[in-house]
């Protein structure tokens, strides 16, 4: 794979990876994972992309912490946390 080729796929992977995060309607997340993967495979799984990936699920990881303290503040507080959970269901 070229170096224009290796950008592109990475701007892609994280545009996607940002777009994971914000999507809740299952059948968009569902073809959003098929495009991430696609352009995984494209990049190959060297060190460099394991690394990312590593640095990805740590901040996926750090992500889902504050929102369970969101969750858990708002219900010790009586507040609704409707919207609060979806979001954290979409973290995880």
């Known amino acids: 794979m070229d170096s224009t080729a290796q950008f592109v ?3 892609n992977v994280a545009r996607f990876v940002e777009k994971l995060q914000i999507e809740d309607d299952p059948a968009k997340r569902a073809s959003l994972q098929r495009l991430l993967l696609k352009e995984l495979e494209n990049l190959g799984f060297d060190c460099k992309q394991l690394g990312r990936v590593q640095r990805q699920i740590a901040e996926g990881r750090r ?3 504050i929102q369970q ?7 010790a507080d009586g507040q609704d946390v409707e919207l609060a959970e979806n979001t954290l269901s979409n973290l995880v």
Do not use: G, P
Not at 69 to 75: I, N, S
């Open 9 to 11: 796929s990475e701007l």
């Open 63 to 65: 992500r889902i912490e």
């Open 69 to 75: 303290a969101v969750v858990e503040r708002l219900t």
